[in-house]
């Protein structure tokens, strides 16, 4: 069974910082792309950062970029989003996953209010 | 980046429907093309890929369909389990962008 599994969301100033995590198993997570996406509240889904077979290539939108490190382990089939200088706006449920194979974890919500 | 605009926004439709959802890309796209349920507190759930692929598990009453910058996803009898949220996204250029939703209402 496929499962990814988010974790490190919390409620945070503006400002600070928080660590996300992703464990993921029952696939061959070595094999795949990996992305981030997040989904701020009664809003559309957002493509954040996604990062390649060996975390050498690493892609990110716009509004995140300079802010947000995405990286992974492959020997511990873990996905990670470091989130730096976080504002109001990057409020949202933040979920981990892969486009190619198409599954996605149940996510972990990021609060960044004073 | 690449706009994708989805339509409509919300239907309203009774069990048995059917009930076609569009995304138009703002440029060609390839078959870069997949879409997504979510229901609420759900993580997204992918149905369809390469514009007509039905994702291992998905019952056959969808399918997806379009080329270039037009795409459709189609349920052809509308289940109950089916009023959720659907969003198309394009892969085939960053950032990746996902359209507005449809949200699948009961009549």
Same mark, same amino acid.
């Given at each position: 069974e496929v499962q990814l599994v988010e974790s490190g969301g919390d409620l945070v100033q503006p400002g600070g910082s928080l660590r996300l995590s992703c464990a993921t198993s029952g696939f061959t997570f070595r094999s795949y792309w990996m992305s981030w996406l997040r989904q701020a509240p009664g809003k559309g889904l957002e493509w954040v950062a996604n990062? $390649?077979? *060996?975390?050498?290539? &690493? $892609?990110? /939108? *716009?509004? /995140?970029r300079g802010r947000f490190t995405i990286s992974r382990d492959n020997a511990q089939n873990?996905?990670?989003?470091?989130? $730096?200088?976080? #504002? /109001?706006? *990057?409020?949202a449920v933040y979920y981990c996953g892969g486009v190619a194979p198409g599954y996605w974890g149940q996510g972990t919500l990021v609060t960044v209010s004073s | 980046d690449i706009q994708m605009t989805q339509s409509p926004s919300s239907l309203s439709a009774s069990v048995? *429907? #059917? /009930?076609?959802?569009?995304?138009r890309a703002s440029q060609g796209i390839g078959n870069d093309l997949a879409w997504y349920q979510? &229901? @609420?507190g759900k993580a997204p759930k992918r149905l369809i890929y390469g514009v007509s692929s039905l994702q291992s598990g998905v019952p056959s009453r969808f399918s997806g369909s379009g080329s270039g910058t037009d795409?459709?996803?189609t349920i052809s009898?509308?289940? @109950?389990e089916d009023f959720a949220t659907y969003f198309c996204l394009q892969h085939n250029n960053y950032p990746l962008t996902f359209g507005g939703g449809t949200k699948v209402e009961i009549k």
């Amino acid at each position: 069974e496929v499962q990814l599994v988010e974790s490190g969301g919390d409620l945070v100033q503006p400002g600070g910082s928080l660590r996300l995590s992703c464990a993921t198993s029952g696939f061959t997570f070595r094999s795949y792309w990996m992305s981030w996406l997040r989904q701020a509240p009664g809003k559309g889904l957002e493509w954040v950062a996604n990062i $390649n077979l *060996d975390g050498g290539e &690493k $892609n990110y /939108v *716009d509004s /995140v970029r300079g802010r947000f490190t995405i990286s992974r382990d492959n020997a511990q089939n873990s996905l990670y989003l470091q989130m $730096n200088s976080l #504002r /109001v706006e *990057d409020t949202a449920v933040y979920y981990c996953g892969g486009v190619a194979p198409g599954y996605w974890g149940q996510g972990t919500l990021v609060t960044v209010s004073s | 980046d690449i706009q994708m605009t989805q339509s409509p926004s919300s239907l309203s439709a009774s069990v048995g *429907d #059917r /009930v076609t959802i569009t995304c138009r890309a703002s440029q060609g796209i390839g078959n870069d093309l997949a879409w997504y349920q979510q &229901k @609420p507190g759900k993580a997204p759930k992918r149905l369809i890929y390469g514009v007509s692929s039905l994702q291992s598990g998905v019952p056959s009453r969808f399918s997806g369909s379009g080329s270039g910058t037009d795409f459709t996803l189609t349920i052809s009898s509308l289940q @109950p389990e089916d009023f959720a949220t659907y969003f198309c996204l394009q892969h085939n250029n960053y950032p990746l962008t996902f359209g507005g939703g449809t949200k699948v209402e009961i009549k």
